[in-house]
């Protein structure tokens, strides 16, 4: 046996793994600094194409540090796409009083979450316009058309919600007030996050299958994939590459901390098969808000994370009935 060319190859194949290791890593640090955009899908572009067909009518408006949001309002003339139809008929099965179809009875601000973009909250925007809201949409820095590079998950983004509310009402010529606001996933930490601003405008605020804690979230995605041990070793590694290209350590994402002091009515609603964000993450985040607070918890009975707003629970409906008693 050629002892030397069996060495040759070990040392090979050892570096090649390391080199392998060290380029997984730093791939997935940078996909959690700067996730991989997500181009349009054939159903946003339908969407956009009819708004009517949807009973909404869309403005296209952007804040001046360039953040694009999509304003969705109802159709004034009242005209309803199946979605709308199905949440009015649900809310009125409710007995929940609901503004006659084509009128705004106030804004909520939608917040995405990691990989998305603006347009994905189209189809949600349709059901709450059809309930009586005007729905703003952005981006996030990193996503969609946003001309921002870097993701902080909340930290950096606090104002941004607020912003949003703020210029397009007075861009366009609306009342900015009552205002909710609703964020999904990482959404959900960056809602959180501005709700906890100083003088920040909501009336109230709705989180869906978002986390407590952004670190442990990474930890537990990396142990699924790789085990424990790997794990262990993986998360922090992917963590410094995340700190080298934000400045920013994954240890500071903390919307357990914001949710301690929050002042206004919460809804935060998780899947209880979330394979993401484990409901554990979501059930503490809850446990965070004060004492005494308005504050509900909705279970999704079998829902993933993916799917969380699409199983047969009607999630719809109570977040719709849940903002209508409050944005006023």
């Known amino acids: 046996m050629n002892y030397r060319f069996l060495r040759r190859v070990l040392i090979f194949l050892f570096l090649f793994l390391v080199l392998f290791a060290v380029s997984l890593i730093w791939w997935a640090g940078a996909e959690i600094a700067a996730p991989t955009r997500r181009a349009l899908q054939n159903y946003h572009l339908e969407f956009l194409a009819h708004p009517e067909e949807h009973g909404v009518q869309l403005k296209s408006f952007s804040l001046t540090d360039g953040t694009p949001v999509w304003v969705c309002e109802p159709e004034p003339t009242g005209r309803l796409?199946?979605?709308?139809?199905?949440?009015?008929?649900?809310?009125?099965?409710?007995?929940?009083?609901?503004?006659?179809?084509?009128?705004?009875?106030?804004?909520?601000?939608?917040?995405?979450?990691?990989?998305?973009?603006?347009?994905?909250?189209?189809?949600?925007?349709?059901?709450?316009?059809?309930?009586?809201?005007?729905?703003?949409?952005?981006?996030l820095p990193a996503h969609g058309d946003h001309p921002g590079d870097l993701?902080?998950?909340?930290?950096?983004?606090?104002?941004?919600?607020?912003s949003v509310l703020f210029e397009a009402a007075q861009s366009l010529g609306f009342?900015?007030?009552?205002?909710?606001?609703?964020?999904?996933s990482m959404g959900g930490s960056v809602a959180m996050h501005a709700a906890d601003q100083a003088q920040a405008p909501w009336k109230t605020l709705a989180i869906i299958s978002s986390f407590h804690a952004f670190e442990p979230v990474i930890r537990q995605q990396a142990s699924r994939f790789a085990g424990a041990w790997i794990g262990n070793v993986w998360a922090p590694a992917a963590g410094w590459v995340y700190e080298t290209k934000t400045g920013q350590a994954l240890s500071v994402i903390q919307p357990h901390q914001h949710a301690a002091k929050l002042k206004i009515p919460t809804l935060i609603a998780h899947g209880t098969k979330d394979r993401?964000?484990?409901?554990?993450?979501?059930?503490?985040?809850?446990?965070?808000?004060?004492?005494?607070?308005?504050?509900?918890?909705?279970?999704?009975?079998?829902?993933?994370?993916?799917?969380?707003?699409?199983?047969?629970?009607?999630?719809?409906?109570?977040?719709?009935?849940?903002?209508l008693h409050r944005v006023r």
Not at 151 to 162: D, I, K, S, W
């Open 81 to 139: 796409g199946a979605r709308g139809q199905k949440i009015r008929d649900q809310m009125l099965a409710r007995q929940v009083p609901i503004p006659p179809a084509g009128q705004i009875a106030g804004t909520l601000v939608l917040v995405h979450g990691r990989k998305g973009r603006k347009e994905d909250y189209l189809l949600i925007a349709e059901r709450f316009c059809a309930v009586g809201f005007r729905c703003l949409l952005p981006d």
């Open 151 to 162: 993701a902080y998950y909340g930290v950096r983004e606090a104002q941004l919600p607020a």
């Open 175 to 184: 009342d900015p007030q009552p205002a909710g606001l609703l964020g999904i």
């Open 276 to 323: 993401v964000v484990p409901f554990a993450s979501g059930q503490q985040l809850f446990a965070a808000l004060p004492e005494g607070l308005e504050k509900l918890w909705v279970e999704i009975p079998n829902a993933d994370h993916d799917n969380v707003l699409i199983t047969d629970f009607p999630i719809y409906a109570t977040l719709a009935e849940w903002m």
